[in-house]
């Protein structure tokens, strides 16, 4: 038997399948299978999911209530109504992580569990978790496990969208990939480069400064760990050493997992 590990971000559903937890915590990241699918091809997971095994289901959601009504009836359709999905939430404390939000219930549980999969990856260090999807999150934690906060700000795609929408004369970039995404020049001689240059080092730059100001808080050296869908377009643009992790929510949400011998919440 084994565990259904899900990811609802924003844009995407990303799966995977691991091993149900015994005592000792488990090798993060060793999945049975994996997979992601675009909102839109939500139930194409059916077939897919029809062939997995699975005792346990346990689900980050980031996307509203109307996509997990949606999701919740396609588990109930593939695997029956006696599999209670759990939904994560994130709370003051969990596996060495303290969450020091003013109100702990409203940090986004994506946040909590991707902190959790970057101090189980990088234990008793201070981190700057860095999640680049359609926002862009960045968060600290010191190497004792306190959680102090972070910062929100729009992801690459919706930064160039909004100078679309917002101006008249400047273009629609509508999609940006690995090679759009690497303008020849940081100050760009024409509008589509430029439009790339500063979407990509408004999140560079803040990135950069979350790692400066975290090691000046805390006068030590900062671990930055950078996820995300859109990492690869801005990782290789960051000028301070960094760590790219895929699936930083899923190894939380194992960890998670680890940590509860019962369900973590239906509700």
């Not at 599999?83 to 946040?111: I, M, V």
């Not at 760590?243 to 940590?259: F, K, P, S, T, Y």
């Amino acid at each position: 038997m084994a565990m259904l590990l899900i990811d609802v971000g924003n844009t995407r559903l990303k799966w995977a399948l691991a091993a149900l937890p015994e005592v000792a915590l488990p090798a993060t990241g060793n999945w049975l299978q994996s997979g992601s699918a675009a909102h839109a091809d939500l139930d194409q997971l059916s077939a897919p999911w029809q062939r997995l095994t699975v005792s346990r289901v346990l689900i980050s959601n980031v996307a509203g209530d109307a996509l997990r009504a949606r999701l919740q009836a396609l588990l109930a359709a593939t695997f029956g109504a006696q599999l209670t999905p759990e939904w994560f939430a994130s709370l003051p404390q969990l596996a060495g992580l303290r969450n020091g939000y003013r109100a702990p219930a409203q940090l986004g549980c994506d946040r909590f569990a991707a902190a959790l999969g970057a101090q189980q990856l990088f234990p008793q260090q201070a981190l700057i978790v860095a999640t680049c999807g359609t926002a862009t999150t960045i968060d600290a934690v010191s190497a004792d496990g306190w959680f102090s906060g972070g910062m929100i700000l729009p992801g690459l795609g919706l930064m160039a969208a909004s100078l679309a929408r917002s101006t008249a004369q400047l273009p629609h970039i509508t999609e940006l990939s690995t090679e759009h995404a690497a303008p020849t020049a940081t100050f760009a001689d024409n509008t589509d480069d430029a439009i790339i240059s500063g979407c990509i080092n408004a999140q560079a730059g803040a990135i950069e400064r979350a790692v400066m100001l975290h090691s000046r808080e805390r006068s030590a050296q900062i671990r930055c760990v950078v996820a995300g869908g859109a990492a690869a377009l801005i990782a290789p643009h960051l000028s301070i050493a960094h760590e790219r992790v895929d699936n930083l929510v899923l190894l939380g949400l194992q960890i998670a997992a680890a940590h509860f011998g019962t369900a973590i919440g239906t509700h």
